[in-house]
């Protein structure tokens, strides 16, 4: 709306073309000057004292992403962390596990992130637009040695899937797009040697995310299965992410911090 522009210290970018929540976010994260960036859907509601919260952990050691504890419009918690498997995927994960391994949680309803880790790891790909941006900047961030932890003193409220297709044909057809982006994660942050894994985890994806959710479309969708298959939009850029981020991971103090020894 027109009356964003008018308050003080804040600047509204207009866009001719919806370019997805990755591009958007990463578009922002050129534009910002500070240090730290909160990304704030617009289908989430603070709760009070919620600014004051964040910068209260920010100079809580230096990490990869902060996450708030999220909550369903009705008080249920939403947020749930796991860990992630190269053949298997995202698991639930319980406490003990999840202080030992990558966090992989609803990432970005709300993270904290530093602006500089967004534009030296190549975060929030153009490519993937609107789904997996989060598991993708998670393992990006954990195998490069920057943790990411749930900060428990910021609670914010979320309309979980306010902003995804309700039409069932078009929302399966989205969530092959997702199939296909975390895919495109995993050959962007596995090593050459793990490459064995992606035709397993290709396998799990397709079975429990495509055809075991919704047997009816895969029958009447060719549409959704040719999105699968389709070439990500700016997959160029995606080799050049990946090269990027195999050259930080090579230098990165990843075993250190997951097993505390040196």
């Known amino acids: 709306p027109d009356w964003w522009s008018a308050i003080e210290g804040v600047s509204v970018t207009r866009l ?18 500070g240090t ?7 289908d989430t509601t603070l709760a009070p004292n919620s600014l004051a919260d964040v910068l209260a952990v920010l100079d809580d050691g230096f990490v990869g992403a902060r996450l708030p504890v999220v909550y369903n419009e009705d008080g249920s918690i939403q947020s749930r962390d796991s860990t992630w498997s190269p053949v298997l995927g995202w698991r639930a994960g319980k406490v003990a596990q999840l202080e030992h391994a990558p966090i992989f949680g609803d990432i970005f309803v709300a993270p904290i992130l530093n602006r ?3 534009h030296d790891l190549k975060l929030l790909p153009s490519a993937f637009h609107t ?5 993708d900047a998670c393992y ?7 943790p ?5 003193s910021i609670v914010l409220f979320h309309r979980k899937s306010s902003s995804k297709p309700r039409d069932p044909l078009v929302r399966y057809i989205f969530d092959s797009q997702g199939v296909r982006n975390i895919l495109a994660s995993a050959m962007i942050n596995y090593s050459a040697s793990s490459f064995w894994a992606i035709p397993l985890l290709a396998g799990k994806l397709m079975i429990r995310e495509l ?3 919704q047997p009816r479309q895969v029958v009447i969708s060719p549409r959704a ?12 850029s995606l080799a050049t992410t990946r090269s990027t981020r195999q050259r930080a991971r090579k230098t990165s103090d990843y075993r250190v911090w997951r097993t505390g020894k040196s």
């Open 16 to 33: 001719e073309e919806n370019i997805g929540y990755s591009g958007g976010m990463s578009l922002l994260a050129g534009e910002a000057c």
């Open 148 to 152: 990411v932890v749930r900060a428990p």
């Open 140 to 146: 990006a961030l954990a195998m490069c040695g920057y």
């Open 131 to 135: 789904y997996g941006e989060d598991l």
């Open 211 to 213: 055809i075991m959710r």
């Open 225 to 236: 299965l040719r999105e699968l298959m389709r070439v990500p939009r700016g997959s160029i």
């Open 36 to 42: 730290y960036l909160w990304l704030l859907n617009n």
């Open 116 to 118: 500089f880790l967004v």
